[in-house]
């Protein structure tokens, strides 16, 4: 089967460019959850999405960032005007409900770099 | 507010050595606990996870780890390590009743032949 897969694997964009990158989260799964990793550290939440509604976007570094999941499957972090700070890999994870202890499935991510 | 310590940025071990990956989690009544390896290019992969029972879990690929209430430790052991063991080791925590994972900030485990 199927996991969770992102596209573009990588992502090149000069400063003040806006990016869009995108997860297909595994079919079925209710949550979805975006990571920030910056280089040598571990993942750190950025959003959470339960179907279609974005219950939390509390870890969003800055209102340049913005996630959206409008039917409840694929999802889309867009990240306008961007800056060198924001170079990092984007993990997206999916789980089959909203229980904590259920996994979270992740993505391979996509890392993208701010010249 | 929840957060997950690992104090070894790096351990290299021979291969067919004994490993331990430390991992402690500031206190909370009630946690959930996991580890997960990422490999070189590619997401995360749970290892195991400790929801509530026996103390000593067993995961994938030989690992296991032991949950300590009394020290708020996770840590990770694996008793013969192989060089396809050489990843990215992360523990997170996961308040009961809430949705968000805490990451520590990683293990890199360098397998040496």
């Known amino acids: 089967g199927a996991g969770v897969s992102q596209s573009p694997r990588y992502k090149v964009a000069k400063r003040g460019q806006d990016v869009a990158l995108r997860c297909d989260p595994i079919s079925g799964h209710v949550s979805l959850f975006w990571y920030q990793q910056a280089l040598g550290q571990g993942p750190e939440f950025l959003t959470y999405f339960q179907n279609e509604a974005q219950l939390d976007k509390s870890g969003l570094p800055s209102d340049r960032f913005f996630a959206e999941r409008p039917e409840g499957s694929v999802s889309t972090l867009k990240i306008q005007r961007t800056q060198q700070e924001d170079s990092a890999v984007y993990l997206c994870?999916?789980?089959?409900?909203?229980?904590?202890?259920?996994?979270?499935?992740f993505g391979p991510g996509t890392r993208l770099t701010v010249l | 507010a929840q957060s997950v310590t690992q104090l070894d940025s790096q351990v290299p071990v021979f291969e067919e050595a004994p490993v331990e990956l430390r991992c402690n989690y500031s206190s909370s009544v009630s946690v959930y606990l996991f580890w997960y390896v990422q490999y070189p290019n590619q997401g995360l992969q749970l290892l195991l996870k400790?929801?509530?029972?026996?103390?000593l879990v067993k995961g994938i690929n030989g690992f296991e780890a032991e949950f300590n209430k009394s020290q708020t430790s996770f840590h990770l052991r694996k008793p013969s390590v192989h060089i396809s063991d050489t990843a990215e080791y992360f523990c997170a925590v996961s308040d009961s009743g809430t949705y968000k994972y805490i990451f520590g900030t990683g293990t890199r485990l360098k397998v040496l032949a």
């Open positions: 400790y929801l509530s029972g026996s103390t």
């Open positions: 994870a999916s789980r089959t409900g909203q229980i904590s202890y259920n996994e979270q499935f």
